[in-house]
């Protein structure tokens, strides 16, 4: 087909699809209509098969149209199309496209042709992703919400733009639901869960990714006749409290040959399915204390300080030992508790790869960056330095007793993100728990995913951007309650740890809570007709909920009311929103199975809650 020939079959097809094309811009679809074709490589991998599939799925969504998913040999030249991966035409017109690093991605339109683009295995995806998000305007909320705008006309201008997530390794715990929505959130971890055709993630290989020392060396099986493999403390050996003895040689052995028998496991595992096979297998200790303190492992931890020697000389000789045995395997390991403090001298080899948790010791309430954390942010430095291979293992929850109460962080979590990134933290893995009782988990899972990505996005943008179009005609109360917890926190700082209490959270005080309450009745009443969003509001309110049942007799909410000129707040109301809650949001996100043994919780912790709220005698 001649110059002249492809531009009449392109002014025809864009006369049928209605309306003009401006210079450089390039039509998608019209009245229900695709005007382009998808384009895949001939030897697309299932990653890139993958995203030119979503591409298809979510612009028919959009538009109505059927979008056509063509192998490259057999489309068209003449077509427009949107070119998916690494396509001889992406080839040509893009020779920076092919050897990108693994999750580098790209857009770019010129007016007949738009190309997505990126490093394998996963950056093609995450461009497809982010022209979703950033140009057609799909969200993706959580792995139960999303949302998808309607346009009869959907075209792109020229658009140029690469980038690249800011840390190797990214991870978020407590997702449950659809798979699919860690691949849209460009999540890569192990708690991923990600398939190849849906980029894979970076997987540990048996016996799992944390605590794993016993699953080398179970006291179960050998402790009766060698309690000189485990703890000994003032001349007692401990089992299943207990940790491994470092210094013991025969525990060396164990250890050695059993993490040969996982790697072998492991790549039988990966021949079986044809998935690529774990490089990363974890040896750490277990989640408790009691470091064994007999007299070679008191000497060593003498000497250089801390319990962490113990690990690290052992690690070292171990990694030596796969470097030349189980070539390009890694030993992951943590930094954590009894071994949070870093040895005075030792340095990690570099097939180690270290998870540095200040979970037991730092003021969450405060950024690392702050004197009250200063001691834990040393540390974590010191890891960094000696070793090749640094993540964070970091929390938005805390663990507390009573569940998870209001808790302005998002500020603090950007900050330590932007600091890990100035260190040169590789990867980060974000304990998240519970998608049903955390603080405001809709917002926060969205705006970390995005600060993951991109340290740099600005909080306050990501907050009013989520709660406009998440809460609707609910959003202006819902961000006049952040706003005013904020403000509380500042006007009442508080330092919360790990494991805090109620009374700890100084700033739920009583005007905050019922000026809250207040502000959450305004965000319900705007919401009335629209059951999706009331759904929303009621589950962004649930901490506060909590929180109020939690610290009833603190807050003595009918006194203070009246006292301040306004209405007490309703026990049995609030009580009543709690457990519908629990039970909307569990059938949503769990399923029924799960609501009775959800709602049987609830009913305890309300109990409890009202008997420590009765008066004692006198």
């Avoid at 295995?121 to 309607?150: I, K, M, Q």
């Avoid at 954390?373 to 070793?387: F, G, L």
């Avoid at 009745?521 to 759904?535: I, N, Q, S």
């Avoid at 629990?582 to 809650?609: D, K």
Wanted: glycine share 8%; with cysteine.
């Amino acid at each position: 087909m001649t110059p002249l020939e492809r531009t009449l079959v392109c002014v025809v097809a864009t006369s049928l699809l209605g309306g003009s094309v401006s210079a450089g811009e390039l039509l998608l679809a019209a009245g229900g209509r695709a005007a382009v074709a998808i384009r895949i490589a001939s030897d697309a991998i299932p990653a890139e098969q993958t995203a030119a599939r979503e591409l298809a799925t979510y612009l028919g969504r959009v538009t109505g149209a059927e979008f056509r998913v063509v192998d490259e040999a057999d489309a068209a030249e003449a077509e427009a199309t949107i070119e998916v991966g690494p396509t001889s035409s992406a080839r040509a017109v893009l020779p920076e496209a092919t050897g990108l690093a693994a999750e580098r991605w790209g857009i770019r339109s010129d007016g007949r042709r738009l190309y997505l683009y990126g490093g394998r295995p996963r950056g093609v995806l995450y461009a497809v992703y982010h022209f979703l998000e950033d140009e057609v305007g799909v969200r993706f909320w959580t792995p139960w919400e999303e949302l998808v705008p309607s346009r009869s006309r959907l075209s792109v201008g020229p658009i140029d733009r690469t980038g690249e997530p800011a840390f190797g390794y990214r991870d978020v715990s407590g997702i449950d639901g659809p798979l699919p929505y860690r691949a849209r959130r460009r999540h890569n971890g192990f708690e991923s869960w990600l398939p190849w055709a849906w980029g894979g993630r970076e997987a540990y290989g048996p016996p799992g990714q944390v605590h794993t020392a016993f699953a080398y060396v179970s006291p179960e099986e050998h402790f009766d006749e060698h309690p000189e493999y485990f703890t000994e403390i003032g001349g007692l050996r401990y089992g299943g409290d207990g940790q491994l003895c470092l210094s013991e040689e025969a525990v060396f052995d164990l250890v050695r040959d059993r993490l040969r028998g996982f790697v072998a496991a492991a790549q039988a595992e990966a021949e079986r399915t044809g998935e690529p096979a774990p490089t990363l297998f974890d040896f750490s200790q277990n989640d408790w204390g009691r470091s064994c303190r007999c007299a070679r492992c008191a000497a060593e931890i003498e000497r250089e300080g801390t319990p962490a020697a113990l690990w690290v000389r052992f690690l070292n000789r171990l990694a030596d030992w796969a470097a030349v045995e189980l070539p390009g395997i890694r030993i992951d390991t943590l930094a954590y508790q009894h071994t949070f403090e870093p040895p005075r001298t030792l340095r990690l080899h570099g097939g180690i790869v270290v998870r540095v948790s200040a979970l037991h010791q730092r003021d969450f309430a405060r950024p690392l960056t702050h004197p009250a954390n200063r001691t834990s942010a040393q540390a974590i430095e010191i890891w960094r330095e000696r070793s090749r291979h640094t993540r964070i293992w970091d929390y938005t929850v805390l663990f507390g007793d009573e569940g998870e109460l209001p808790f302005p962080n998002l500020e603090v979590v950007a900050a330590d993100l932007r600091w890990y990134r100035g260190l040169g933290i590789e990867g980060v893995f974000v304990q998240q728990e519970d998608p049903v009782g955390s603080d405001l988990w809709d917002l926060k899972i969205w705006v970390l995913s995005q600060l993951l990505e991109d340290p740099d996005r600005d909080v306050p943008a990501l907050v009013r951007g989520f709660t406009t179009e998440y809460y609707g005609p609910a959003a202006r109360p819902v961000r006049e309650y952040l706003r005013g917890l904020a403000r509380a926190a500042r006007r009442h700082p508080a330092e919360l740890r790990y494991r805090p209490r109620p009374q700890d959270y100084l700033y739920l005080d009583g005007p905050f809570v019922r000026e809250s309450h207040r502000r959450f009745d305004d965000a319900e009443r705007r919401a009335t007709g629209d059951p999706v969003r009331l759904r929303r509001v009621r589950h962004a309110r649930l901490a506060l909920d909590r929180a109020t049942l939690a610290l009833w007799p603190e807050l003595e909410p009918a006194a203070g009311a009246r006292a301040s000129g306004g209405a007490a707040l309703d026990r049995a109301a609030i009580e009543a929103r709690f457990r519908a809650t629990w039970r909307e949001q569990t059938e949503l996100r769990v399923g029924p199975h799960a609501v009775e043994a959800a709602l049987g919780e609830v009913e305890r912790q309300i109990a409890y809650w009202a008997a420590r709220s009765v008066p004692g005698p006198g």
